[in-house]
């Protein structure tokens, strides 16, 4: 259970495999690297930094972690948390609340709750990501446009109120290299997908602003020399009060840790089609975020665009992700000079297309179609993430939908279903189980029972994995769902898309009206096809026999095995 990835596939290893590992790992390392230092930067530290955390960390992620191709780092969902901790309480408050939040991490790994973070509901998540990229496309605009502002505003409001009174120091200059450099990272992928465009664009302008002089803030002119040489560790200085006022956002960096590693673990997994360790993962983002401070660096965790990045380069083991590490370190004890002359509208167009990729603009459009409840689930968390405190906007937002959860199963229970359940009784006799019935070759048969929420459908995710080979037709039994939340729309949605790469055609039965009326507002019902929704699983089964080519058996000619009969 708590064994790395890279020992259990060691004797996977050939020397064909490491080597595209290889490749793919010094293709990460070049992507990686515009990107740790824009982090750095938005999160208020100085840009090595982020160097540093993406060698040492993103090393120690790959090392010890439970997936094959994750790639740790510095990622965008730090900035607001960090930049609030460096504010207040200076370097050295976060470096300890970042080996704090180390430590809370590997305790999750140990006592096994790597599975529980599945079961965080997908408005929260996509609430505080979505308002986290608001927050950080407002934090871009002062370098993007060049505006003189001594000192910007940390909270959401005041930072738009601060860049209108001062639009007239708007700087030519700076708007004209912003806006090539997020031309040139938007139109490179139409020339290649194998450098990154954002490299691209860094090169470019730096070369423009100091072939021409131009008036443009760099690097050099806001933070000076970059050091090209990892430091010696040092512990940090602590004392009891600040530890106590650290707790909660070393916290909230060890939750969000958590969930964005998590989540790109599980992104990587449907990519090559593989299960990651939950728990080892946890495990290795702990020990990376204990380790990593010492030397100077800031919170790992893995990031989805990277290990995406990384699996599309052929990468399918952690020895890829290893080498994209060894491949930053070389970059900056070699060219780490070079990079103090990086302009800053430059890293401020990185961010602002990070920020729109982190929207989800998309999904949280069509979370607005979803059940009321989970609407306003959505729009809390994303609203008090901007406009207050990361930390508030988590914890208001588990809060409110498990209120939610509780509230909806007592509308949908009644006396009889709680005695049924106290009494514990072992399963009666069901005339309509899928064993009274005759499923053809090639069909196969998967039933929810009880309400599809945040839980469920993790559960259900994992069962499809169970699969080796994918069937011919799949049907879903839904005859005990009376109720789907967004998380449940989301986890068919993913599953219609899995059945269309394969080729299996997806039929629903014994849909309830609360569930077919959201799967009509979240567009699926369209997209499955009224044709393939079914009241009764006897029709059900009638239509998959009709796409297979054979005969119908009907309601009157089902099934009975032996064993049914013997009963």
Partial sequence: MFKPKLFSILPELTPDRIIKDVIAGIMVGIVALPLAIAFAIA??????????????????????????????????????????????FGINGLVIATIMSGIILMI????????????????????????????????QIKDFLGLDIATVPADFLGKWSAYGTHLSTLNIPSLMVGTLALLIILLWPKVSRKVPGSLVAIIVTTLLVHSFA???????????????????PSLPSVDFATFQKLLMPAITIALL????ALLSAVVADGMIGSRH????????????????????????????ARTATNVKNGGRTPIAGMVHALT????????????????????????????????????????????RSDV????????????????????????????????????????????????????????????????????????????FFFGAASKFREAMHIVEKA????????????????????????????????????????VHAQPLFALQQYDLYDEIGEEHIFGNIDDALDHARELLGLPKVGRQQNFMPSVQREK
């Fill in 43 to 88: 999160s208020g530290v100085s840009p090595e930094k982020g160097l540093i955390t993406a060698v040492i960390g993103g090393f120690l992620v790959s090392f010890l972690g439970g997936s094959r191709v994750q790639i740790g780092g510095p990622t965008g969902a730090f900035i607001v948390i960090l930049y609030g901790i460096v504010q207040q």
């Fill in 108 to 139: 999750m790994g140990f006592a096994q709750f790597g599975s529980l973070i599945k079961f965080i509901p997908y408005p929260v998540i996509v609430g505080f990501t979505s308002g986290i990229a608001v927050i950080i496309f407002s934090s």
């Fill in 214 to 232: 131009l008036d443009v803030d760099t690097i050099a002119s806001r933070f000076g020399e970059i050091p090209s040489a990892i430091p010696f």
């Fill in 257 to 260: 840790g958590a969930i964005e």
């Fill in 277 to 304: 360790k939950s728990n080892m993962e946890l495990i290795a983002q702990g020990a990376a975020n204990i380790i990593t401070p010492l030397f100077g660096g800031i919170p790992v965790t893995g990031a989805i």
């Fill in 328 to 371: 930053l370190l070389l970059i900056m004890l070699l060219f780490g000079r070079w990079a103090k002359l990086i302009p800053m509208p430059a890293l401020a167009a990185i961010l602002i297309v990070v920020a729109w990729n982190m929207s989800e603009i998309k999904v949280f459009r069509q979370l607005l179609k979803s059940p």
């Fill in 376 to 451: 306003i689930v959505l729009l809390t968390t994303f609203g008090l993430t901007v406009v207050f405190d990361l930390t508030i906007a988590i914890e208001i937002g588990m809060l409110l939908a498990v209120v939610l959860f509780m509230q909806r199963m007592a509308e949908l229970s009644n006396v009889g279903v709680i005695t049924k359940e106290l009494t514990d009784r072992e399963e009666e006799e069901d005339p309509n189980t899928i064993v009274t019935r005759k499923v053809p070759d090639g069909v196969e048969v998967f039933e929810i029972n009880g309400p």
């Fill in 471 to 510: 069937p011919k037709i799949r049907i879903i039994r839904m005859r005990s769902v009376l109720s789907i939340d967004a998380t449940g729309l989301n986890m068919m949605r993913e599953l219609l898309k899995d059945c269309n790469k394969t080729g299996t055609r997806l039929i629903l039965s014994g």
